[in-house]
């Protein structure tokens, strides 16, 4: 089976929902395609393709064809030396083999290299590292730390504010003149007077001069084919490609005002010019679209934020000497200095000094963390107070800040299933409402030229009242309803410590009915301690803890490292063991020297036969069960010499958790694969009354599946490895932030800090946005189904139309934000 490869495109010229369609649309013409998602909110294309069968140019290749482009970053290099065809040759050849790469080129004589790339694929840091790893010494002209596509937005307000300064400039004078045409408010030399008379239409509107049409006329005409350029592109690349958007209704609107008072101002027919209303509409229009665009500046914020957290440089020992290097210069395995108030580069282990670190950054946790050699740092984490050497483990991509970036932007990328009622919608709605339009205008001319059912011209009449129709109605509040609300809650959640896989996760998290709950790492601390040991008759308490370790120093199992410490501390002598093995929900066993040890349960020990399980060992057993610890059953030469019993104690957040979710309506249990008595001992401490105890990994995933079939909505949480598939069965697998990587892997909710006091926050931050998702669709589709026939039956003016368009998509975009201040 071939790998397919995912890429996300940053989509530029997209204005509304028949805009993504447009792009979704052509792109899956191609063969090889897997997936395409385009977001409206976030301007970017999420794509995933099979790169035997296509091509990432031909992918781009597409969306140009479809009328709409790719953000281009552009990079300058240094690059020496560089002194013949040779060394072209090996740069060109480091080059071309790097994905998102649009466009380079090189020059020997300057000893340049120009380079466009897609700053969502790859960055001037990797293009450098790869011309360096050929063999040269690179250096960047410029900031390489620059973020090239938030660049390109910005350039994009840019020029949206210098075309709305430009709107304005010839839109107000026009519009002032036009009123005080229309009210009579102009010298008499601006009027047409016969006989002592103001001339009128049949209207009643006063007859002007021909002159001040002309200037009329000439105020418009910058505002019409400048200012609005871009709607005349748009609509015609949306046309050329069989599909209708927001810019086809601008464009049929303006034009039909400002063409039709074209043959007035030349003199051909009478009637009444609408200069003003072509230009007001494209100005507030183009006013609206400013504000969106910066209002939807702010919805990423939040993963803004997380970028900007990685620092430019690292203090590095290397050969005994502090060096300042670069970001990118740091190695996995380097020796890195850290001082108070520091920002830690890269992810590591200490190995020297102790600190408080503040992570809240990473976990939305605000108390500093206390750390000491062995403990683990995250890069772009706060040191407070002392200072300490660490190793890094890992660097750039791998690192825990930029894989949380990566998981956001997937899910920022991706569509909640909600959505596509807006889509379904969209890819109807420009062609229905061109529809209506053309309908109105027929409708009115026919009303006033055959039935006399209203006063006016009916051409003029018919004229103004399409063009309110078809700048009233907005796809683009429809298509931004979304997007920006789950931009915004996946941002909200990654300040808080709570990670969204897609947004389809964050719409049906708030549904959850039932919360299953794994013991071992979840409810308790995940760090066991040895509370006591019993040997049998024969056998000394430092034999068996020397047994014990012996064989669970090869487990990663925390009761493993319970023991092994134990046994450290105790001075236990601590022997190689051979052959090895694991059965998950049982325990170990391995041979020291010539002895079979085992480790285990009493099942374990039943299935091998293993002699002395008697009514003393039962009795031991059952008194470690009732203290809330796991006994656990130590085996040598197929005879039982003793039990270790081990306690995990509970977090101080689970309790309160716990009460969060019953308070809630929750259904909350526990399962675990730990004995019933121990089982119930600490969900009774932790308030959790329901408890599956002795279930093995594979019975829990079969749990989930039952409670499911019941008509459960289940939310299954946990941290380790073998809660993998219990996480992968559930409606919402949600791992702990501090357990393994495969557990996290499988779910779909990953809590950085490991505290349930997130989940609860996590169901709750996914009722609060589909609440404002509700709330931007009912506005949407309520401003549509309402305005839309008032403009039909000529209660809308063209120009209050243009505005209620303008800002129904910015009431849509300032709605969602309001979720960044939510309580959790």
Not at 298 to 306: H, N, V
Not at 434 to 452: E, H, M, N, V
Not at 626 to 635: D, E, L, M
Request: hydrophobic share 45%; aromatic share 6%; with cysteine.
């Amino acid at each position: 089976m071939t790998d397919t490869k995912q890429v996300i495109l940053p989509i530029t010229g997209m204005t509304c929902a028949n805009c993504v369609a447009t792009v979704e649309r052509n792109v899956k013409k191609l063969d090889g395609l897997t997936a395409v998602n385009v977001n409206l909110s976030s301007e970017r294309a999420s794509i995933e393709f099979d790169p035997t069968v296509i091509s990432l140019e031909q992918i781009i290749g597409r969306v140009n064809k479809a009328g709409y482009g790719v953000a281009n970053g552009e990079a300058k290099f240094s690059v020496r030396p560089l002194a013949e065809a040779n060394d072209v040759r090996r740069v060109e050849k480091a080059i071309s083999s790097l994905d998102g790469i649009t466009k380079f080129s090189v020059s020997v004589g300057s000893e340049r290299l120009d380079a466009s790339y897609i700053p969502t694929i790859i960055s001037p840091r990797e293009i450098r590292m790869a011309v360096e790893t050929a063999g040269f010494n690179v250096k960047v002209l410029g900031d390489e730390f620059s973020d090239a596509e938030a660049l390109e937005r910005e350039k994009d307000i840019a020029e949206q504010r210098k075309l709305l300064i430009i709107g304005l400039a010839f839109t107000i004078p026009l519009f002032l003149l036009s009123m005080a045409r229309d009210f009579k408010l102009l010298p008499d030399f601006f009027y047409i007077i016969e006989q002592g008379h103001l001339m009128t239409m049949s209207d009643g509107m006063p007859m002007v001069q021909t002159w001040f049409n002309w200037i009329l006329f000439g105020l418009a005409l910058p505002v019409q084919f400048y200012v609005g350029k871009q709607y005349y592109l748009g609509a015609y690349k949306a046309l050329v490609n069989l599909s209708a958007n927001m810019d086809v209704l601008i464009v049929m609107g303006t034009s039909a005002a400002f063409l039709y008072s074209i043959p007035i101002t030349l003199g051909w027919i009478h009637g009444h010019v609408y200069f003003e209303t072509a230009a007001v509409i494209i100005t507030l229009i183009r006013l609206g679209k400013y504000l969106e665009a910066k209002a939807k500046g702010r919805t990423s914020d939040a993963i803004k934020k997380l970028m900007g957290l990685r620092p430019k440089t690292a203090i590095v020992i290397r050969d005994g000497v502090e060096l300042d290097l670069p970001i990118d210069d740091v190695r996995v395995g380097d020796l890195v200095v850290v001082k108070p108030g520091g920002r830690i580069p890269t992810d590591g282990k200490i190995v020297e000094g102790t600190s408080t670190v503040d992570e809240s950054m990473l976990t939305g946790e605000s108390f500093p963390v206390s750390k000491q050699p062995g403990d683990e740092v995250s890069g772009g984490t706060i040191n407070k107070q002392g200072s300490f050497n660490y190793l890094t483990t890992k660097i750039g991509k791998d690192t825990v800040l930029a894989q949380i970036i990566k998981l956001v932007e997937a899910a920022q990328g991706s569509k909640a299933p909600i959505q596509k009622i807006a889509d379904q919608i969209s890819a109807i709605f420009v062609p229905i409402v061109i529809a209506l339009a053309l309908l109105t205008a027929a409708g009115w001319y026919i009303a006033i030229k055959y039935f006399q059912l209203a006063e006016g011209d009916p051409v003029t009449v018919a004229i103004i009242n399409m063009v309110a129709v078809l700048v009233i109605a907005c796809p683009c509040a429809m298509g931004l309803a979304t997007p920006t609300a789950v931009m915004v809650g996946t941002g909200k959640g990654a300040e808080s410590g709570i990670l969204f896989k897609t947004s389809e996760i964050l719409e049906n998290a708030g549904k959850v009915t039932t919360v299953l709950l794994d013991k071992t790492g979840t409810v308790t601390k995940g760090q066991p301690a040895v509370v006591g040991i019993e040997p049998l008759q024969g056998t000394s308490a430092e034999t068996l803890l020397s047994f014990a370790a012996s064989v669970e120093k090869k487990s990663e199992h925390p009761l493993a490292d319970a023991i092994v410490s134990k046994a450290t501390e105790e001075g236990a002598i601590i022997r190689e063991s051979t052959q090895f093995s694991s059965k998950s929900g049982f325990g170990v066993q391995a041979l020291v020297g010539d002895d079979l040890v085992m480790v285990g349960n009493k099942k374990m020990m039943v299935d091998a036969k293993i002699q002395g399980l008697s009514a003393e060992l039962d009795q031991i057993i059952e008194k470690f069960q009732t203290q809330a610890s796991t006994p656990v059953i130590v085996s040598s030469a197929n005879k039982a010499i003793g039990v270790i019993a081990i306690a995990d104690p509970i977090k101080e957040t689970s309790i309160e958790a716990i009460k969060s979710f019953r308070q809630a309506g929750y259904r909350v249990a526990m399962v675990t694969g730990d004995n019933p008595l121990t089982a119930n001992a600490i969900a009774k401490t932790a308030g959790i009354e329901e408890v599956f105890a002795d279930v093995l990994p594979e019975g829990k995933s079969g749990l989930v599946s039952n409670l499911q079939l019941t008509g459960q909505v289940v939310a299954m949480i946990g941290d380790g490895i073998n809660d993998a598939p219990a996480l992968a069965q559930a409606d919402i697998g949600i791992a702990i932030g501090t357990g393994t990587d495969i557990a996290m892997a499988a779910a779909e909710i990953t809590l950085v800090n490991g505290d349930l006091q997130n989940a609860v926050k996590a169901f709750k931050l996914s009722q609060k946005t589909m609440t404002t998702i509700k709330q931007n669709l009912f506005w949407a589709f309520i401003y549509n189904i309402l305005l839309i026939p008032s403009a039909m039956f000529g209660k809308m003016d063209p120009m209050l139309a243009a505005g209620a368009m303008a800002f129904s998509s910015v009431f849509v975009v300032t709605n969602s934000l309001r979720l960044r201040k939510v309580k959790l």
